[in-house]
């Protein structure tokens, strides 16, 4: 038998094929590929470390810069169409055509940047740049969506270690680059080109649902994945600061990837341990019951006892149907009450003032430091630290949440107001201009628009259900670009202009065309940032109001509906398994009878 074989430790062809198709196809190795392709889908994060070569080689100003840089925060952020692809398409899909349009995109901006095709113009530059970003809302829908629907009750931590990754993906791809091509800036726009598409479409077939099946040790689990990624984390800032110091060789880049790689692989460690104990468990019981048969009596017939179905779950309705009547909270909102529902408002405004402010700062931190006299290693320095912070923002904020939800009914509402709080005094830092203020600010701004994503995706997840999820988070993002586009282009590009123009004709010069215009001083951001600290402080204040409204709904058990479904579930395979032995039995003493 096989359990025998098993527990004997012969492990032969047929068990070694058996466990590796239950590991290719297991829950936990679709975690994996969300992991891995969605640690190279932070393209649209890494602006700032070739923001300068585009705008040098093209002769732009800083508002048509800023400009860029809002379509490449519309396109990763708006993903609608992403959405609405998933709730009719297989995840596959999904996943493919983004990965066509990250290589269309960033493809055709490397051919502009280095001369291989004539100069586009500025819409058309737009057009790539919106393009290739917007293929990032395609992988994190078809990883993100997958992955919380397969994992219901852990959303917070899955939300926290897979969007975590994205943040730290920053990081891993400058690593990468710095390995391939040694430093110079136009490859790093084919790397962003090529290098996520060929993951995404390597794990087509690994990403997709899978029917929900509770498990004891699940959040141990999250977390032996989410150490390993610290410690990634952890060994990509130690080598950042060894670069900074001292003078690395090509061999020292490659050696450092290397060891980057061999950690983002280690989590294949803990996915084939989980899915080995779990082969065991179910070989054990396709067998046990076969042991059993000789020596038991005839089991009494099990009733099956019919499952009720939630209400949200009788019958189908229209998105049009019922808009401003939508369901309690927790049960699952069509898209149109969602949109229109006043919860979804606030979240609409938070994520303006919020991720639009900190995605401000974070798209100028090249200019910013220019501007207040940094060397050129010390903004790629910043552009890091930014991503393994911006990492560590996400875990944190949904591992935390999620612990203190579950233990003490911690609103993470409660928490994004906090974590707003918290991003005023980096933007301050940026507005006073403090000497060496900018590493500290780049810790702060990371963290808190890292810390803000998850906390709003689980949200949007508890309040409106996970019937139409994967639409509800694009709706939700598409507020960031509106918040980059007033903060960004209208204000901080504005007023950086108009201080670079004042500076020029102080020293009797006049602009001309096609000139780069460059502002030096710490007046370049001073009142932009104050007005994004103030506009953070409106958002945090906003937040409030939703803790208000929400405040009953999380002192309830608001992941009992999962819980009971799947008991259900488990209880309805167990009786028809049960079931099953006995006709097995009956079948086999009449054929002994009749012998």
């Known amino acids: 038998m096989v359990v025998a074989d098993i527990s ?24 994996l590929a969300s992991m891995l392709i969605l640690s190279m889908s932070g393209a649209t994060y890494m602006f700032s470390s070739y923001s300068t070569v585009v705008k040098n080689s093209l002769g732009y100003d800083q508002t048509t810069l800023n400009l860029l840089s809002f379509f490449k925060d519309l396109g990763g952020n708006v993903g609608i169409i992403a959405g609405l692809i998933n709730e009719v398409t297989a ?16 493809f055709m901006i490397w051919l502009a940047v280095t001369g291989r095709i004539s100069e ?28 919380v629907k ?100 090509r061999i020292c880049y490659i050696g450092g990837a290397s060891v980057v790689l061999m950690l983002l692989f280690l989590p294949l460690a803990v996915v084939i341990i989980e899915e080995f104990k779990l082969w065991r468990t179910k070989i054990k019981a396709v067998n046990e019951p076969v042991q059993l048969k000789v020596v038991a009596e005839n089991p009494a017939p099990v009733e099956l006892v019919p499952v009720a179905t939630p209400q949200s779950q009788q019958k189908p309705d229209s998105c049009f149907q019922n808009v401003f009547n939508p369901p309690i909270r927790g049960e699952d ?33 090249g200019q910013i430091g220019n501007s207040l006299g940094y060397p050129t290693d010390s903004i790629n320095t910043f552009v890091s630290l930014v991503s393994i912070w911006n990492y560590l923002g996400r875990v944190t904020s949904g591992f935390s949440s999620e612990v203190l939800l579950k233990k003490y009914k911690f609103p993470r509402p409660l928490m994004l107001t906090l974590v707003l709080l918290l991003s005023c005094v980096g933007h301050l830092l940026i507005a006073l201009g403090v000497p060496n203020s900018l590493y500290f600010s780049s810790v702060i701004i990371g ?29 939700g993002g598409a507020a960031s670009p509106i918040g980059a586009y007033v903060l960004n282009v209208k204000v901080a590009g504005n007023l950086y202009d108009a201080e670079a123009l004042k500076q020029l004709k102080s020293l009797g010069k006049k602009r001309e065309h096609g000139m780069d215009l ?14 994004i600290a103030a506009v953070a402080l409106f958002g945090s204040l906003v937040s409030f109001i939703l803790v208000i409204r929400t405040r ?25 398994a049960a079931q099953g032995s006995e006709t097995d039995l009956d079948s086999k003493t009449r054929s002994q009878e009749n012998k």
């Open 552 to 576: 009953k709904f999380y002192k309830s058990d608001i992941y009992r509906k999962f819980r009971e479904e799947a008991e259900a579930d488990v209880g309805t395979v167990s009786a028809k």
């Open 447 to 475: 963290f808190c628009f890292g810390a803000q994503w998850p906390l709003i995706f689980a949200i949007i997840s508890e309040i409106f259900g996970l019937k139409y999820y994967a639409t509800l988070i694009s709706v």
């Open 518 to 531: 460059t502002c030096v001083g710490v007046n370049c951001y001073k009142l932009a940032f104050i007005i």
């Open 8 to 31: 004997s430790g012969a492990f032969g062809l047929k068990e070694m094929r058996s466990f590796g198709l239950q590991v290719l196809r297991g829950r936990w190795f679709t975690v």
């Open 120 to 147: 586009p113009r500025v819409w058309q530059m737009c057009l790539y740049i919106c393009m290739g970003a917007n293929s990032q809302t395609f992988s994190n829908t078809g990883a993100v969506v997958s992955s």
């Open 150 to 249: 397969n994992f219901p009750e852990s959303r917070g931590s899955v939300l926290g270690l897979l969007k975590g990754l994205v943040g730290l993906s920053g990081a891993i791809i400058t690593q990468l680059y710095l390995a391939f091509y040694g430093g110079h800036p136009e490859a790093l726009i084919l790397l962003i080109a090529w290098l996520p598409a060929a993951v995404s479409i390597l794990f087509l077939p690994i990403v997709r649902l899978i029917k929900y099946v509770r498990q004891p040790n699940e959040l141990r689990v999250f977390y032996n994945l989410l150490y390993i990624t610290l410690g990634l984390a952890g060994f990509l800032m130690a080598l950042i600061i060894m670069q900074h110091k001292l003078k690395f060789s």
């Open 91 to 106: 995840t596959w899909v999904v996943l493919l055509i983004g990965s066509f349009m990250n290589f269309f995109g960033y």
């Open 333 to 365: 909102y069509t898209i149109l009450q969602a949109v229109f529902s006043i919860d979804m408002l606030i979240l609409f405004i938070v994520t303006i003032c919020g991720v639009g402010g900190t995605l401000t700062a974070i798209d100028n931190l």
